[in-house]
């Protein structure tokens, strides 16, 4: 979006502390109920959202930049499942659309360099102004794939 020349917008909807749901305590290979910190957040470029630490304020920066610049922590890869689905009372809500709207679901992993999970999130897109571009690299081994997301709005 930056590269655009479009600027992203972020409101912390809420952050606290909270028990590993069985969902996020299989993505980082936890025991269900273990504290997490749970980070809600809506992001928007020229007013419309777009769906993507207990005290640090991540209103107007990176996730990721934080975890580098202050807790030294190096993501080294991530996967990211994509899902057409329609949406549902609080997404519709959220991103300003009908319910039964196309949106795309995102669910992320990402690792550390050693392998550790740290972290996890799922996310909403606007199915009807998304774009996902794949570009496959034949690499010495696995297969990598590469995705980038362009938002129209």
Avoid: W
């Avoid at 590269?3 to 749901?21: D, R, S, Y």
């Avoid at 990721?64 to 329609?86: D, M, P, W």
């Amino acid at each position: 979006m930056v590269e655009q020349g479009l600027k992203p917008i972020t409101q912390v909807l809420h952050q606290h502390v909270v028990p590993a749901n069985p969902t996020v305590a299989k993505y980082l290979k936890l025991e269900p109920e273990t504290p997490v910190i749970e980070i809600a957040r809506l992001r928007s470029v020229q007013g419309v959202p777009i769906p993507n630490l207990v005290t640090d304020d991540l209103n107007n920066q990176s996730l990721r930049a934080l975890l580098e610049s202050r807790y030294h922590l190096y993501i080294g890869r991530g996967r990211q499942t994509i899902q057409a689905v329609l949406a549902e009372g609080r997404e519709a809500k959220r991103l300003e659309v009908n319910k039964g709207a196309p949106l795309f679901r995102l669910d992320s992993i990402s690792y550390l360099n050693d392998g550790t999970p740290v972290e996890y999130y799922f996310a909403y897109n606007q199915g009807d102004c998304s774009q996902f571009e794949v570009e496959l690299f034949a690499a010495a081994n696995p297969m990598r794939l590469s995705i980038s997301q362009r938002n129209f709005r």
